[in-house]
């Protein structure tokens, strides 16, 4: 069976500060990876997604996330993060027969000091 | 472009009583998936399916019903609700080639059960 951790809960980083999310995932097979963002009262929308080749992935609003096989890790980065970063952030893992079925880690929330 | 549409945003029922919850997708994806969100727990995914006719059970389906009639929609139906059914409701799309699996969310049904 497929499932994600989120080690942290909440986090909080000042505005300017780089920001590193972390994602752990059991999976059999090679995974299909996603970072999704959901803003307060929102629906949740993709940052970015890994399914083969360059394990460095880039995604929307200077976003990026790092694929370590070895250490079952996905981890979202953010060299400078923005007031309006503060967010909750969902990992997720789907199979790549059916990567639609994701299987989605607790959640952080990332708070951004002024 | 619509994407995917809930339909209620807000509901508040009676133990006991009956409703559906509508969802229906522009983007001619084959797959499409309920998920409950509950504080700290993530979501999770209740009913899916990957097209017209058929459904399968996700994690915790107990107490709802899905059908799919066409590829549009997917409702959700709760036969007789329970005060542990209180969630935010969000139904979600995808295609299924290859490579894919990118779900779209809906905005979100607040339900709340007395």
């Known amino acids: 069976a497929q499932s994600v951790t989120q080690p942290d809960i909440h986090i909080t980083v000042s505005e300017g500060a780089s920001l590193e999310l972390r994602c752990n995932y059991s999976?059999?097979?090679?995974?299909?990876l996603f970072w999704y963002v959901q803003s307060p009262g929102q629906g949740l929308q993709l940052l970015l997604k890994?399914?083969?080749?360059?394990?460095l992935v880039q995604g929307i609003k200077g976003f990026e996330a790092e694929f370590k096989r070895s250490q079952s890790s996905f981890n979202l980065r953010k060299p400078s993060v923005h007031w309006s970063d503060a967010a909750e952030y969902f990992c997720?893992?789907?199979?790549?027969?059916?990567?639609?079925?994701?299987?989605f880690g607790d959640g952080t929330t990332l708070t951004v000091k002024p | 472009n619509a994407g995917v549409t809930q339909t209620p945003k807000f509901q508040v029922l009676k133990t006991g009583q009956s409703m559906t919850l509508q969802c229906a997708q522009d983007?001619?994806?084959?797959?499409m998936s309920w998920y409950r969100q509950d504080p700290g727990m993530g979501l999770r995914l209740i009913h899916y399916?990957?097209?017209?006719?058929?459904?399968d059970q996700g994690e915790v389906p107990n107490g709802y019903n899905v059908s799919r009639s066409t590829t549009e929609d997917f409702p959700l139906r709760l036969l007789s609700a329970a005060p542990s059914q209180t969630s935010v409701y969000f139904c979600a799309s995808s295609s299924t080639g290859r490579k894919t699996g990118e779900l779209f969310f809906g905005e979100g049904s607040r339900l709340t059960v007395l």
């Open positions: 999976y059999g097979a090679t995974p299909y």
């Open positions: 890994y399914f083969s080749g360059d394990t």
């Open positions: 983007m001619n994806h084959e797959y």
């Open positions: 997720a893992v789907g199979a790549s027969t059916n990567a639609g079925k994701s299987t």
């Open positions: 399916s990957v097209g017209a006719g058929i459904t």
